[in-house]
């Protein structure tokens, strides 16, 4: 067969894989094909979602697991050596490695990163493919490394027995930390987004330090008792006996891997401060999750542990590094040397996307003022002022408002699924409480079946933090609400978590994306690929904020009385306004009250006062994150023009596709949602009568009519009798099913086909494969005839 007829994935057997093979490159350790780097973004309209196309590499080549050198495009003969160049070229620069070749099968176009040299890229035969140790000499060269330096950055990965391979950006994080650590960097932060795995990429990058005997004795340091019980059990379990965690104030010096929190290091009176019981140079690595909330503060009891042991190298972990007048994370540890984002994971596809439904309720934007001498429900005269958001559940609290937000909530799962977990977060323990109280009163149906459906989960609480591993725990039914203040606002791993309840005033940006990092984790065994944000408080006007780094691709706002769950369209655009910049008037370093309550303050609790809601809105983002107003409609319509320049081209593509589930595939892969407009359109639609009746209005036939068309026309009667029963049967399959599912051989094996004989059977009816074939390409170009 001619080099030219060959496809892409021939090429690469037949001519790039013998070359690597024959240059010493090993197939199981060294070549990875088909590389997955991302896993395509997870695309939302209304209750319905679909994933974007993934990026992935031809092949990447590797010189030891873990540590990525070069990447190869492949494309077929008919084109050009250095056609996957410029793809190649993207894919190096996510992973950060020097050396990009493309091929078409005739030789390799190398382009060389760090060439000593003006020339970049040259042509290579197939048969001069560099060897393994030749791309890692001149990366050692480029990099100055001694043999020493290349010892550490060459130590093995910790790897389960399995071929799991970290994600991309771990892979950087890692490596760039151990080579950072390598050239005597001493201070280095790490920004990854809340859900992207920081815990796991911590735990290679003191594997990698600990077995090459770099670092001896590693401290690592969290401020919440379930982050240092969650690291332990789950990521840094192989480090086994060597590994403890610090307790009872307890200083054990036989070990080698330190897990603590910081409290239980430190203390206000010098005898609690048992940090002091090591040696300033006992712990030659300390790694410093969250770093964003205590060793940020230069005067924190925090940072004087670091301080205390300041010749260890010091890793700072965050989601959310912290800058304001008062406190600076990169002040300590200097500028992050990788940062993956909120919205880079989204838009990677490793992280949820999200849906936002404002409501906002009357007395919050418009305030309210007691009557002269009015006494609250307990006989105290209330204060006569306006009060208004900033008051409500902290000074004054509203039973009417509670009562309405529970209604809400209620009604948003009653309509959805009423088991979805769903995290109600609140201004302090006592709102917390009586939200959990509201919420039991409007689903007393499920709550008297469990008590546990609505659970409150404070720091006072004993019973409700017994719950909390239940609450994150995928398979475990209940609790399924969870009302709290502090508590869950970081370092909870809730996978499940579909719904995110704001009724607390957040004007701190740093807290406010932990808050959303309870639900971007994705659980795709438990339908969990998107999440909702309800908000009262206008907490979500954050996105207006420069600093916010992962746009929602709906925000609603339902008017009074309309259902509080997001319709699949989105009304007239002149409803659904772009949100307001964020009032300033506080700062973003307000952090709120804590679980402890200790603030205490006059409160007044008024039973009687009516609430409503006011106003509740919606807005689209679009596959790429871009907020969009127009309909459904709409934004397929234009998503259409992008791909077809006319209804011609699109017919013409259409015909000339072999499987029409290929044009489909990639339109949803685009954000075209065939099933909801479908909805909205008329149900058992071709999704080639939808594209045609939105983008050029064309008229409509359902499926029935379409199938009823050929028939009619007597057009099959050159076959045989039980070709002809074959081909009906496969009519009304396309009837009732669509023409993705006639396309595909195993239909044959089904009723009614199976009456037919045995699949050889039926296709030795049309005389072979072949003719088999042509005969389903003719049903489709009737069915599609006009």
Known sequence: MSKKKLTERDICSKYITPALLSSGWDLHSQIREEFPLTNGRVIVRGQLHTRGKNKRADYVLFYKPGIPIAIIEAKDNTHTLGDGMQQGLRYAEMLNVPFIFSSNGDGFLFHN???????????????EF??????????CNYKNLSPSQELIITQDYYSDGTKKTPRYYQLLAINKTIEAIVNGDNRILLVMATGTGKTFTAFQIIWRLW????KKRILFLADR?????????NDFKPFGSAMTKISKRQANKSYEIYLSLYQAVTGTEE??????????????????????????????????????FSSASQIGLTATPKETKEISNTDYFGDPIYTYSLRQGIEDG????????????????TGWRPDKGMTDKHGNEIEDRIYNQKDFDKTLVLDKRTELIAKKISDYLKQTNRFDKTIVFCDNIDHAERMRQALVNENKDLTTENSRYVVRITGDNEEGKMELDNFIFPESKFPVIATTSKLMSTGVDAQTCKLIVLDQRIQSMTEFKQIIGRGTRINEDYNKLFFTIMDFKKATELFADPEFDGDPVIIYNPRPGESPVPPDDSPNEDIYKPFDSPANDEGWDYEGQDDSDTHKVKKYFVANVSVSVAAERVQYFDADGKLITESLKDYTKKTLYKEFSSLDDFIKKWSDSEKKNLIITELANEGVFFEALAEEIGKNLDPFDIICHVAWDKPILSRKERAENVKKRNYFTKYGDQAQKVINALIDKYADEGVEHIEETKILTIQPFTDYGTPLEIIENFGGIMQ???????????????
């Open 772 to 786: 088999y074939r042509l005969a389903l390409k003719e049903i489709e170009n009737q069915i599609y005839t006009a």
């Open 271 to 308: 005898e609690q401060n048992i940090y002091k019981q090591f040696s300033p140079e006992f712990f030659d690595l300390i790694v410093i999750d969250e770093c964003h909330r205590g060793s940020a503060a230069a005067d924190s009891n925090w940072r004087k542990i670091l301080e205390y």
């Open 350 to 365: 490793f992280l949820a996307p999200y849906k936002v439904v404002r409501i906002d309720i009357d007395k919050d934007v």
């Open 211 to 214: 077995k090459s005997k770099t």
């Open 225 to 233: 008792n379930i982050l240092v019980d969650q690291t332990r059990t």
């Open 113 to 127: 990163n760090i060439a000593p040299d003006s020339k970049v890229e040259y042509e290579i035969p197939l048969d």
């Open 130 to 139: 560099p060897t393994p140790e030749n791309l890692w000499r001149m990366w």
